[in-house]
């Protein structure tokens, strides 16, 4: 009633609104980089090899097919894939191993040939390369396995060990893990993160994390963060201290680089925090992970634990008390 004579009021409100949100953001911190104390020089960070030195054999046939298929994921094995129906969603394996798995802290494939076959705390058994390629299909992708005797594991395969030629088996390079935070002492804040969302994500990913399709809806230009097409709660970006590390590095993706971050640590821990909240939908968590709970990272938000302290704080924090009583009783401590 009072709205309707008075139609400025309407205006008024919603002025009122954003006003009230952007009050109760609190201004936006300064993003020291990582490396205060080790510089960015000091670290030999390993980039893209030229793509023009793929051999021209078959080897380097399969090497080529593989870069590919990590470039347009959905394309080739995506829902509507030409060569085969495995991915549950049209996200690419480009979208989060960035650069088609080369930028360094984008979660680069440099070392990984090299320290597969791997025990893995979260089947409990050793894993193969290609074993591990399928988890990712199985839970970012929330797809069903490849075969792993298929061209496309083998090719996928092919332009890991590539990418890694020269390293030292079982060796990691600079760069080949996410950024390293300062943990806060207090639990992450989910009102600061949803505010480093609106103010530095939604461009890209929408304002209700659905990212953006392409004119053919045949993949994303901006993958989603949440929701049904997204990634599944099993998956290691649905753990906020991994996914952190991530978006501190690359995000926001026109912005930010390693040496050169936008987000300060609380930020980007913060609203990792907001986008994998419980708040938003995602794919149902598929398979028992973790059979072994000795082995847990510290941010899994999934109980049972080895410790005395809840399902929320292993997801929100305080991370630290967690971290001092593993060390304390012997226990693993990772993240
Ligand atoms: C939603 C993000 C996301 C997508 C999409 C994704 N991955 Fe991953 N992947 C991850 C994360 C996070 C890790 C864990 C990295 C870590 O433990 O530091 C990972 C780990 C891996 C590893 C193990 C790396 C190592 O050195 O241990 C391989 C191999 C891999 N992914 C391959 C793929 C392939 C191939 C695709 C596409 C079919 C894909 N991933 C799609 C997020 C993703
Ligand atoms: C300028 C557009 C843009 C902005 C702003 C942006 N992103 Fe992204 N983001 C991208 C693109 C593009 C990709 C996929 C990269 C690729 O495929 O090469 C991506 C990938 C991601 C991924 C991994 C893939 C997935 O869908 O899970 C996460 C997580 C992510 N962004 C989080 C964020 C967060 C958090 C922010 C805000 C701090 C942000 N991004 C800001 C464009 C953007």
Redesign the pocket.
Known sequence: MLLKRFPYLTILASFAVVIAVLYSCRPKSEAPTAFEEASADTLSVRTAPDTAAIPNNEFGDLVRYGRELVLHTARYIGPDGMVGKYLGNK??C???H??AGTRPFGLNYFSSHGRYPQYRARENRILSLAERINNCIERPHNGKPLPLDSKEILAISCYIKWLGEGIPVEERVDGDEGLELRLPDAPLNLNNGRC??HR??A???GVHGE?KFLPDQSTY?????WGMT??QPGSS?FRIIK?AR??KAN????KATWDKPV?SDRDALD??AF?NSQEHDRPEKKGLDYPNVETKPIDYPFGPYNDPFTEAQHKYGPYKPIIAYRKKHGLYVNY
Do not use: K, Q, W
């Open positions: 996200m690419n480009t979208n989060c960035l650069d480093v969302y530095e994500c461009r890209c990913h990212g230009e901006y993958p989603p963060l997204s990634y970006m996914s991530f978006i995000m926001p993706h026109d987000l609203v990792a986008v």
